[in-house]
Each structure stands twice: as structure tokens, then as C-alpha cells.
């Protein structure tokens, strides 16, 4: 028996090397149910992705990533907002429930971060769609998951809901205390990967989009936040998001099976 033994299981396609459908034919064979799809995966064949998508029978976890969208400024605020409405339309169109923020890392007007989500949501609601909101390790403003809950309160749509990204948590020496409180049904999503030491914070950018490891690989206490969702009845997906350039480099198949692996020992339930 499995912690989140009825959750569904994704990866993201980072992980994964060689050309597209042979990455999704990879990660199909491991065994994954679902695949969290970047923009570049799909704006250039989005109907051949879709066709691809569908006959390997895997879901679309979420479409990413929308970057410094709320709180943006300057010119960049109508460039940010055009992109949002783009990304909706690619994300439906896929076949995505939902889309993914990340809480912006540049320059930031924190007084028009709840009305620009606000607005976000609105719109997606329109296309039928979630909203999961991360928090990254160098956000500007919102780095952390009890911050990024405190904006989703704030926003208060139902269709904004939280990113938990165990690498986002733990490379700040962060504990599961930032989610005290948070109900299940608002933690959209889960992402998990590891990494075997506590690095500065000059390192943690280069870290987390080159240098991730599969989970058991590193000394982050991945098992206490599987423990914990399962006891809260978290019911949405949990899957890998890893950044790492070797696996990348790798056979495809070797490295989704691996990754797979990987995943279900972390959430074994002994």
C-alpha cells in the first residue's frame, strides 16, 4: 500500500530527453498517467501534441508556466496580460484543466498581485479552467507556500488553488508549518524532487532549472510531506518536476522508468 495510493501520477517533460514523441512515448511506457506540458512542448504543433497526447491516454496535469505575470509592471504588464490570455486559449485547446503561475521573480508591484490573480482567474474560469499558484525559492515577493496561500485567500476564487513544489520548500530550510492550514481540496498540485545538500542561496536558481535529483536521491525529507498530504486527504495529482541536464542528455526510456521508480518508493507506504 502507497501513500496517495489513488492520486494520479504525472512528470514533467523536463526530465526527459529526445525529441517529443519519443518522450511521451517514454513516459507513457513507465507507467505515468499524466504529463505537465510547457508552452514550447506544444505552441508549434498543438493538434499533433493533442493527437500524440491522446493516443498514449495521458492527461494533461497542467500547462506552464506563466512567469512574472502578477504585480508586473511597466510595458511588461500588457505584454504579461497578453500572454495570460494566449495561454489560456493553448491551454484549453491542449486540453489542460489547468494552468500554472509562477508568483513573480522580477520587478514587482506587490500592491497588484491579488487584482491581477484575480482578474487571471476570472478569465480562466471563462475557459473552464484552474489556476495553481507557485511559489518559488527567488520570487520576488511571494517565496514561500504559506505567502503564496495567504495571496490565494486574498483572491479568493475558487478556481486558485496551490502549487507545492518540494523543492521550493525545503531548499529555504522551510518545514511542513507553511502549510498548516491549508485545506486539501486548495493544494492543486504537487511536484517532487530532491537534492543532497543545503546549498547557498546564490546557487539555489542554477540548482533548481540544472540540478535537481529524482526523489531519494538527495537528503530532502521527502517522505514526512507524502505522509502528511495522505493524512489531510489530498486527492490531486503528485508527480516529479526535476531540472537535471545529465538525465536529460540519457535514454529517454531509462530515464522515465527510473524516474517512475523513483517516485513510487518515495511513496511507499514503510
Known amino acids: 500500500m502507497a501513500f496517495l495510493s ?3 501520477r504525472f512528470i514533467n517533460t523536463v526530465l526527459i530527453g529526445g525529441d517529443f514523441t519519443a518522450k511521451l512515448t517514454a513516459i507513457a511506457e513507465a507507467g505515468f498517467s499524466g504529463v505537465e506540458l510547457w508552452q514550447q512542448d506544444v505552441e508549434h504543433a498543438l493538434m499533433q501534441t493533442r493527437a500524440q497526447l491522446d493516443t498514449l491516454n495521458l492527461a494533461r496535469t497542467d500547462y506552464q508556466v506563466l512567469l512574472n505575470f502578477d504585480g508586473a509592471v511597466g510595458d511588461t504588464r500588457h505584454e504579461k496580460q497578453q500572454e495570460a490570455l494566449r495561454m489560456i486559449t493553448l491551454a484549453t485547446e491542449i486540453g489542460s484543466p489547468m494552468l500554472l503561475v509562477a508568483a513573480n521573480t522580477a520587478e514587482c508591484d506587490s500592491r497588484a498581485i491579488v487584482s491581477d490573480l484575480k482578474g487571471l482567474c476570472q478569465q480562466a474560469n471563462k475557459a473552464g479552467l484552474r ?3 507557485e511559489g518559488m525559492a527567488w520570487s520576488t515577493e511571494v517565496d514561500q507556500c504559506d505567502k503564496a496561500w495567504q495571496i490565494i485567500q486574498q483572491v479568493n476564487e ?8 518540494a523543492f521550493h520548500l525545503y531548499v529555504l530550510n522551510r518545514t511542513l508549518r ?3 492550514g491549508i485545506p486539501a481540496e486548495k493544494i492543486f498540485l504537487v511536484q517532487l524532487s530532491d537534492y543532497d545538500s543545503q546549498p547557498v542561496h546564490e546557487d539555489i536558481k542554477t ?3 540544472h540540478q ?9 525529507p521527502l517522505k514526512e510531506l507524502v505522509v502528511y498530504l495522505d493524512a489531510i486527504g489530498y486527492q490531486g495529482p503528485v508527480g516529479l ?3 537535471n541536464d545529465d538525465a536529460a542528455k540519457q535514454d529517454a ?3 522515465a522508468k527510473r524516474a517512475k521508480q523513483a517516485l513510487e518508493q518515495i511513496l511507499m507506504n514503510t
Open 6 to 8: 489513488t492520486n494520479s
Open 131 to 133: 489556476v495553481a499558484y
Open 158 to 165: 475558487p478556481n486558485l488553488g496551490l502549487v507545492v513544489d
Open 178 to 180: 507553511d502549510l498548516d
Open 207 to 209: 540548482i533548481a532549472r
Open 212 to 220: 535537481r535529483l529524482l526523489p531519494g536521491e538527495g537528503c530532502f
Open 241 to 243: 518536476e526535476v531540472f
Open 253 to 255: 526510456r531509462i530515464v
